[in-house]
Structures are given as C-alpha cells and as structure tokens.
C-alpha cells in the first residue's frame, strides 16, 4: 500500500524555538495533505489542508502565521511551528491523498510527537 | 460534511465478534463511508470502505443499511491486538476526493483476556 512518512518521529525543543515536521509520500503523488494535531485522550483535529503548489487552507482557531505550511511538491509538505510554546506539545499527524486512482482513503504518517521545554 | 456518531468505548473479551456502529443521519449521495484504526503514538490505519449493503475484507466487515444513515463495522473473533480506537469518517470519494477529512469522536475498545 501507499505509504507516507514523517520526520522526525519525535523531537523536544525549547519554548520559543522553532520546529519543521515534514510529511512525505513515498510511492505517489499527493495533491493534497492534510495536518492534524491530537492531544492525549483525545481525537484528531483537523489544523488545515494543503494543496500542492496553493496556500493552506486553515480550520477556524488555527493561527496560519505560527503553524506555517508548505505543499511545495506533489511528495512533500511541511508544518513549521514558530516560536513553540508548551502548549503546542502535541502529536502531530499528517496524511495524503494520492492524486491519481483516487479511492477516497486516505493514507497518514506515523506522527510526529512534539514536547516543548 | 456528514457528522459521525459512535459509543465513546467498548469492551469485548478476546475470541468474541464486536460490532461498532456509526450514526451518519445526513449522508450524501455521493459519500462513501471509511473506518480507520489508530494505535496510541501511531497515525491510523484504513480498514474498510463502504457505499452500501456489506463489504467484507480479509480484517473486517462493514454493514449498510439500506437508508445509509449509519453503519456497523464487524470485528470477527478479536484478539488483544485489536485494543485500539476505531474512527467512522463520511465523505465524497470523488472529484478528488474528501475535500476535507475531520475525524469525529471515535470508540475505544478495549480488548480483555
């Protein structure tokens, strides 16, 4: 199956520090990608969506200039969490859809788990 | 975009067949009904894809009624392994695809001995 893959797994930084997660597909092309964040016990929240070579589309109560996004190819996007703060501690999440022979399913990262210092 | 209905949880002992069942009341027409499965620290996983009436694959089953305004996945004889959380998302299959994925609550089932 199609698999796409995060980096880093994890990471801990320091509170005002910036971090880059990167999402990529492997084996297709993904003209969209969504970004997810999931605190513990919780389920995953839709941060926005991001169309290769377009802005990020943002869901409503997420700052778009401190979760700044990139889509720059049909294999990778990016999230860079700006100037983190310990509330941003959180698992991120990532998935793709494939461009062609679209079946609806989506296919996601193993996640990226965040801690800010 | 068809809001997602599940039990918060459910226990079932290994060996036994368990039954999720999403309420999706105003489905579309052109929406396809998908379940995913999520590990703790892990992105979920695609388990099965439905339209209507019964889809089978070599993990689960999933059952629509003929009105679509929910369905049931069917997990056979389930062992510890299967202790995960189980998401029911509603969307359109084509024209690109979801247009926007949001995950619902989802139901934890917690597998016994």
């Known amino acids: 199956g199609a698999v796409v893959s995060q980096h880093p797994s994890w990471v801990i930084c320091k509170s005002g520090t910036s971090v880059k997660i990167e999402c990529r597909s492997l084996d297709f092309q993904a003209t969209t990608m969504f970004w997810y964040r999931q605190f513990p016990k919780q389920s995953l929240m839709l941060m926005a969506t991001?169309?290769?070579?377009?802005?990020?589309?943002?869901e409503q109560g997420v700052e778009k200039d401190k979760f700044l996004i990139n889509h720059a190819s049909l294999t990778l996007s990016t999230l860079t969490v700006t100037s983190a703060h310990p509330e941003d501690s959180s698992f991120y999440i990532c998935s793709a859809r494939p461009g062609l022979l679209n079946t609806g399913e989506l296919f996601f990262g193993e996640g990226s788990r965040l801690t800010v210092l | 975009l068809a809001k997602t209905t599940q039990p918060i949880s459910m226990d079932s002992y290994e060996g036994q067949e368990v039954n999720i069942t999403c309420s999706h009341n105003n489905i579309a027409t052109n929406d396809y009904i998908t379940w995913y499965q999520q590990f703790p620290s892990q992105g979920p996983r695609f388990i099965i894809q439905g339209y209507k009436t019964k889809v089978t694959n070599e993990v689960a089953s999933l059952f629509i009624p003929a009105d679509r305004k929910s369905s049931t996945l069917s997990l056979p004889r389930v062992s510890l392994s299967d202790t995960a959380v189980y998401y029911c998302?509603?969307?359109?299959?084509?024209?690109?695809?979801?247009?926007?994925?949001?995950f619902g609550t989802g139901t934890k089932l917690q597998v016994i001995p």
């Open positions: 998302l509603v969307g359109d299959r084509y024209s690109g695809g979801y247009q926007k994925v949001t």
């Open positions: 991001s169309n290769e070579g377009s802005k990020a589309t943002y």
